[in-house]
């Protein structure tokens, strides 16, 4: 687990199957993940937190973590650290920084807390070199513009 002021991340669980249905129901949650269709059952929620281990990789660094609120204990979503599969039938090493989050827990600042941990340049150095990256894909604006570091 990491701990940052607000949040703790964590490897999500099936108890947090109704929470994240509750965020991947929602279109505009939805539209940015996976296959961009609101999820439909729980039992989606369930598949998905079984597909968590195998997207996030071997490294150790990597992960999809629930991003849960230390002051409520409501998971308010997540922050991940994957590699992104290959394109196109290219092998890539690429690593996306990534987040999703429940509407109620926008704009209060938890997916820059989230990932800060990946985007400090200390962690830019550090994952470049454990994980062979050539670049990481760094989705640090709401627009989704890219940002990448070499």
Do not use: Q
Request: negative net charge.
């Amino acid at each position: 687990m990491i701990e940052t002021n607000r949040l703790f991340l964590r490897p999500f669980t099936h108890d947090d199957a109704a929470r994240l249905f509750d965020i991947f129901r929602r279109p505009e949650v939805a539209k940015w993940g996976g296959n961009g269709k609101p999820m439909e059952s729980i039992d989606e929620a369930h598949e998905r937190i079984d597909r968590y281990p195998v997207r996030r990789g071997t490294h150790p660094a990597t992960g999809v973590f629930a991003a849960e609120l230390k002051d409520t204990g409501v998971v308010a979503g997540m922050c991940m650290l994957v590699p992104l599969p290959p394109s196109k039938g290219i092998d890539r090493e690429d690593v996306e920084v990534g987040w999703h989050l429940h509407p109620d827990a926008w704009g209060n600042g938890y997916a820059t807390e989230g990932c800060l941990l990946y985007t400090s340049d200390a962690a830019d150095d550090l994952l470049c070199v454990d994980l062979g990256a050539r670049r990481i894909i760094n989705k640090k604006k709401t627009t989704h513009t890219l940002s990448y570091v070499s």
